[in-house]
């Protein structure tokens, strides 16, 4: 084992502007002494991609998929991949995460293209989470990858990285991007007292063929006809209905806290895109503890009067005390904000 992990720190921009069609993201790497026995202090030491690292490119074994409705991380980009022990399959579940056998491996990638316009060209790697089923047991870890963009390397303790991008209206964003230390990725996910993954269920993964495909080649088990798997919305496909969609967009970014056996159970706010009670969700009920995150407003959702609802006035926030998700973002989703907006102003 190599004495040292290479890690990155992130130093400011320090008044240097970047130009216009260029991803910022400043950085050195220096010696770190911390512990590797939670992994591999490189991600390239895993073997899950074939060819130049940072084209991402799965190696045999490793398969590539997407979901219906992406948690919003300051409009990072991502990629996602399964890397499941050989020989072995996943079993379906209708409404919880999918079952894994051990030793299986969730991997997401996060970067941003210079110009979102051109979401294919310079692209820059920021890093790439794994969640490694081990005992029973997933645990997360968090690679950062170099200026270079030739290695990830093991970080436990998160990271703030300046990154600077096009946006699609044509305006420089610029934003400090957080990697999470281990304990916020414990945080987002906790199901009772494990850590589980949020994405892979069948209502996020049943679109295409991809589930089919997955049964045909003997990588899942259990598939019913697909007829009878849920769905959940694409929130970014116009064509769905309104509700639909803010329903989606609620339950990826909120719900696997605002769960019966999440972080926010206590406030019997619980937005699963399944739920069907209203004051589950929030109609017409008083927040259990009132306060600055309240806004002054008396009730989470207000039907016809998105001004007056809870819910609201603490997605469009960015104040620490006041703003949901409380992690994983700097910036508002303005397009999934209002997306809330509508659902709430839709209501009788």
């Given at each position: 084992?190599?004495?040292?992990?290479?890690?990155?720190?992130?130093?400011?921009?320090?008044?240097?502007?970047?130009k216009?069609?260029?991803?910022?993201v400043?950085?050195?790497?220096?010696?770190?002494?911390?512990?590797?026995?939670?992994?591999?202090?490189?991600l390239?030491?895993y073997?899950f991609?074939?060819?130049?690292?940072?084209?991402?490119?799965?190696?045999?074994?490793?398969?590539?998929?997407?979901?219906?409705?992406?948690?919003?991380?300051?409009?990072?980009?991502?990629?996602?991949?399964?890397?499941?022990?050989?020989?072995?399959?996943?079993?379906y579940?209708?409404?919880?995460?999918?079952?894994?056998?051990?030793?299986?491996?969730?991997?997401?990638?996060?970067?941003?293209?210079?110009?979102?316009r051109?979401?294919?060209?310079?692209?820059?790697?920021?890093?790439?989470?794994?969640?490694?089923?081990?005992?029973?047991?997933?645990?997360?870890?968090?690679?950062?990858?170099?200026?270079?963009?030739?290695?990830?390397?093991?970080?436990?303790?998160?990271k703030?990285?300046?990154?600077?991008?096009?946006?699609?209206?044509?305006?420089?964003r610029?934003?400090d991007?957080?990697?999470?230390?281990?304990?916020?990725?414990k945080?987002?996910?906790?199901?009772?007292?494990k850590v589980?993954?949020i994405g892979?269920?069948?209502?996020?993964?049943?679109?295409?063929?991809?589930?089919?495909?997955?049964?045909?080649?003997?990588?899942?088990?259990?598939?019913?006809?697909?007829?009878?798997?849920?769905?959940?919305?694409?929130?970014?496909n116009?064509h769905?209905?309104?509700?639909?969609r803010?329903?989606?967009?609620?339950?990826?970014?909120?719900?696997?806290?605002?769960?019966?056996?999440?972080?926010?159970?206590?406030?019997?706010?619980?937005?699963?895109?399944?739920?069907?009670?209203?004051?589950?969700?929030?109609?017409?009920?008083?927040?259990?503890?009132?306060?600055?995150?309240?806004?002054?407003?008396?009730?989470?959702?207000?039907?016809?009067?998105?001004?007056?609802?809870?819910?609201?006035?603490?997605i469009?926030?960015?104040?620490?005390?006041?703003m949901?998700?409380?992690m994983?973002?700097?910036?508002?989703?303005?397009?999934?904000?209002?997306?809330?907006?509508?659902?709430?102003?839709?209501?009788?």
């Open positions: 084992m190599r004495g040292f992990i290479a890690i990155l720190v992130l130093i400011g921009l320090f008044g240097c502007e970047p216009k069609n260029e991803a910022v400043v950085e050195e790497e220096v010696a770190y002494s911390g512990s590797s026995t939670l992994g591999s202090p490189t390239s030491s073997g991609f074939s060819g130049e690292l940072k084209r991402l490119e799965p190696a045999s074994g490793v398969l590539e998929y997407s979901i219906n409705a992406a948690l919003f991380s300051d409009y990072a980009f991502k990629k996602r991949l399964i890397k499941l022990p050989p020989g072995n399959r996943m079993s579940h209708p409404k919880e995460v999918f079952e894994f056998p051990e030793g299986t491996v969730l991997i997401k990638n996060f970067y941003y293209p210079a110009d979102f051109k979401p294919d060209e310079k692209v820059r790697l920021l890093e790439t989470r794994l969640l490694i089923l081990k005992g029973g047991t997933w645990e997360p870890l968090a690679y950062i990858w170099n200026k270079e963009q030739t290695e990830a390397y093991l970080e436990v303790a998160g703030s990285i300046p990154v600077s991008w096009v946006h699609t209206d044509g305006v420089m610029t934003i991007y957080s990697v999470p230390n281990l304990n916020q990725c945080g987002c996910h906790l199901k009772g007292d589980m993954p892979p269920t069948a209502r996020q993964l049943n679109h295409g063929v991809q589930l089919t495909a997955w049964r045909d080649a003997g990588l899942l088990t259990d598939l019913p006809d697909t007829s009878k798997v849920p769905r959940l919305a694409s929130y970014e116009p769905e209905a309104i509700a639909d803010a329903r989606s967009w609620l339950e990826i970014n909120c719900a696997h806290c605002h769960r019966p056996d999440g972080q926010a159970k206590t406030s019997g706010l619980h937005l699963s895109a399944d739920v069907t009670s209203a004051l589950a969700l929030g109609i017409g009920k008083a927040p259990v503890a009132a306060g600055k995150g309240s806004g002054g407003r008396l009730y989470s959702v207000v039907p016809g009067h998105p001004e007056e609802s809870i819910l609201l006035y603490r469009e926030s960015t104040d620490p005390g006041i949901m998700p409380e994983g973002r700097k910036l508002v989703h303005t397009e999934g904000v209002d997306l809330v907006r509508q659902w709430i102003l839709s209501m009788k």
